[in-house]
Nanobody
Framework: QVQLVELGGGLVQAGGSLRLSCAAS??????MGWFRQTPGKEREFVAA????????YYADSVQGRFTISRDNAKNTVYLQMVKMKPEDTAVYYC????????????????????WGQGTQVSVSS
């Protein structure tokens, strides 16, 4: 049974930092990513990483502030967020793919087969 469990959400002041983690179980995964969603809006891409970690992609809005990484030995992906802004407030979802992609295809929802339950991140001004 595949499970993705996100940890690390919470409330932080603008300019602060948070680190999200996503522990995956049930099988090995190729590409992994983070997406976020606010009420009334579509889920949007945040960051993605290939299985080897050699390819990473970021949304323009988080480039230079967020860093995605993974530890394949632990089957875990991380999202380090710094210099956070109120507009980063959202529910953050971890996503995992059966495919071993390393291209911009990882930016799309359709690249992913499994999703976590989401963790709330709130940034106060």
């Amino acid at each position: 049974q595949v499970q993705l469990v996100e940890l690390g959400g919470g409330l932080v002041q603008a300019g602060g930092s948070l680190r999200l983690s996503c522990a995956a179980s049930g099988r090995t995964f190729g590409a992994m990513g983070w997406f976020r969603q606010t009420p009334g809006k579509e889920r949007e891409f945040v960051a993605a990483i290939s299985w080897s970690g050699s390819s990473t992609y970021y949304a323009d809005s988080v480039q230079g502030r967020f860093t995605i990484s993974r530890d394949n030995a632990k089957n875990t992906v991380y999202l380090q967020m710094v210099k956070m802004k109120p507009e980063d407030t959202a529910v953050y979802y971890c996503a995992a793919s059966k495919g071993y992609y390393s291209s911009t295809y990882m930016r799309g929802l359709s690249a992913y087969d499994y999703w976590g339950q989401g963790t709330q991140v709130s940034v106060s001004s």
